[in-house]
């Protein structure tokens, strides 16, 4: 993306190989749904967008009402009128007070963002960013509770730092050597969100979810020119032949090239070595499924690269199997880390500098823009796919 004016052949089939299997499965759930052939469904499609009238008239919806009509309906249904709670009121209703508690914990470990290292102060999984040294700290708080019995990793992540991923993939497997652990994947699960999951577990994803993405890239961006337009010029001293390697003001040499196309290709070696003995195949295996590509959850599982496809519920009778608890049983899920207090929201200030990092990763699809400029080598997704 930043290389050429239009798509690669590569990524080109890529695309096109993951835009055919989310609109086939749109097409099959719409089908099954309303009673309608894949072929009866596509044709509708390609006719809208519609109004509601329209869409009436074309079987996607099957009544055409105000709100007040459906509360006056509903209240005809159940013989009297339901009561409305909001989501406050019913997010703060205790679990044990509907019997959603059991006596056995499981915790619930959400890691969601961009890999990156962060510091002492990250509480791990935030809004936008996985920090190695926070989630970290998560983990092993979870690892070393006596009372938990079981973990759920749920991971919905594009990638990021080589580091940071390499630092989260450590912990990942301390955890799984001291608790059964499934790993869930949510929207995205790909390079470093996947590297992170490879601890020889069991791995459930859905059949969208975009994962895989076995790959390392290194990003310098080179932004003379920019500066000469802006009459910026930079002056800098260094000791060392290669001390500006990663700068935005020089190019990369020859010699500096070589060093790194080595660096990249050791850390993708490492890469798909580890993949390969976490899912119990050869290298060999492995590598053709590598390079970079990213697969929806039904390719990756049809290749080995994911166990089974489903959600949440799938990855908690894993757990309960693997922790030796009943499968009828219930159990107490726990989230980690625990959730943002408004306090700390209300206390959270953004830098001038995130919402400009926020204002290019935008205009870049999504990909974390920061991660590019600060140098260094990247577990990160090659291109983004909206599925809007």
């Avoid at 890691?111 to 936008?128: K, L, Q, Y």
């Avoid at 020119?225 to 290669?242: F, P």
Wanted: charged letters at 25%; zero cysteines.
């Amino acid at each position: 993306m930043f290389t050429r004016a239009d798509m690669s052949p590569e990524t080109r089939e890529v695309l096109n190989s993951v835009v055919d299997d989310l609109y086939g499965n749109l097409v099959a759930r719409i089908a099954e749904a309303r009673k309608k052939s894949p072929e009866e469904v596509r044709d509708i499609i390609d006719r809208g967008p519609f109004t509601a009238a329209q869409a009436l008239q074309a079987g996607l919806v099957d009544e055409l009402r105000f709100e007040d009509e459906v509360w006056t309906a509903m209240s005809s249904r159940l013989g009297g009128a339901p009561k409305k709670v909001s989501i406050g009121a019913y997010a703060g209703v205790p679990a044990g007070s509907v019997g959603l508690q059991g006596k056995s914990r499981i915790a619930l470990v959400v890691a969601e963002g961009d890999i990156v290292r962060g510091d002492s102060n990250d509480s791990g999984s935030g809004e936008t960013t996985l920090t190695s040294y926070g989630f970290d700290k998560v983990l092993s708080r979870v690892a070393n509770d006596s009372g938990i019995k079981g973990a759920i990793v749920r991971i919905d992540s594009p990638g990021g730092e080589v580091t940071a991923s390499d630092e989260i993939w450590r912990q990942m497997n301390l955890l799984s050597k001291k608790k059964p652990t499934v790993v869930s994947m949510s929207d995205v699960a790909a390079s470093g969100g996947y590297y992170m999951a490879m601890t020889g577990d069991p791995i459930v994803a859905y059949p969208g979810t975009l994962t895989g993405s076995i790959g390392v890239v290194y990003g310098k961006p080179n932004l003379h020119g920019l500066y000469d337009k802006l009459g910026v010029t930079q002056n800098s001293i260094e000791r060392g032949k290669h001390a500006d390697i990663d700068s935005d003001y020089t190019p990369l040499s020859p010699e500096e090239r070589a060093i790194l196309r080595q660096g990249i290709d050791e850390s993708y070696r490492d890469f798909v070595a580890k993949v390969a003995a976490a899912r119990h195949r050869k290298f060999d295996d492995i590598e053709p499924l590598a390079q970079g590509r990213v697969w929806l959850g039904s390719q990756a599982a049809a290749r080995g690269l994911v166990d089974q496809l489903g959600g949440l519920d799938a990855a908690l009778d894993l757990v309960k199997k693997k922790a030796g608890i009943p499968a009828g049983e219930r159990v107490t899920v726990e989230a980690y880390p625990e959730p943002t207090s408004i306090l700390d929201l209300l206390m959270r200030r953004s830098s001038p500098q995130d919402l400009l990092q926020a204002r290019l990763a935008s205009l870049f699809g999504g990909m974390p823009f920061h991660a590019w400029m600060k140098g260094g080598y990247l577990r990160l997704m090659p291109y983004w796919v909206d599925a809007r």
